[in-house]
Nanobody, 116 residues
């Protein structure tokens, strides 16, 4: 099993920046992909960005060019740098982990709120 602990959420003004972190513990040797999803009330959870163990990245169109994702395999941590934030980026952000056996784990979520 894998446990995920997120940090870095908060309140920021329109156009500001935030950096989210997610530290994984447990069976970390089996981690294939790490990333972030987000969800707002009444909507489905949506992909924000993911990064594979080989460094391949995938971003939602809505954040392309504004967000970057990176991972530190030695620390089993994934980071999401969010720049040029917009009110529509307001959401509960969840850390995501995919193991080699296709098991999926989620963090508890960290709130990101952008004021207009």
């Amino acid at each position: 099993q894998v446990q995920l602990v997120e940090s870095g959420g908060g309140l920021v003004q329109n156009g500001g920046s935030l950096r989210l972190s997610c530290a994984a513990s447990g069976t970390t040797s089996r981690i294939r992909t790490l990333g972030w999803y987000r969800q707002t009330p009444g909507k489905q959870r949506e992909l924000v960005a993911i990064i594979t163990d080989r460094g391949s990245r995938n971003f939602a169109d809505s954040v392309q060019g504004r967000f970057t994702i990176s991972r530190d395999n030695a620390k089993n941590t994934v980071y999401l740098q969010m720049n040029s934030l917009k009110p529509e980026d307001t959401a509960l952000y969840f850390c995501y982990c995919l193991l080699g056996d296709m098991s999926v784990y989620w963090g508890q979520g960290t709130q990101v709120t952008i004021s207009s």
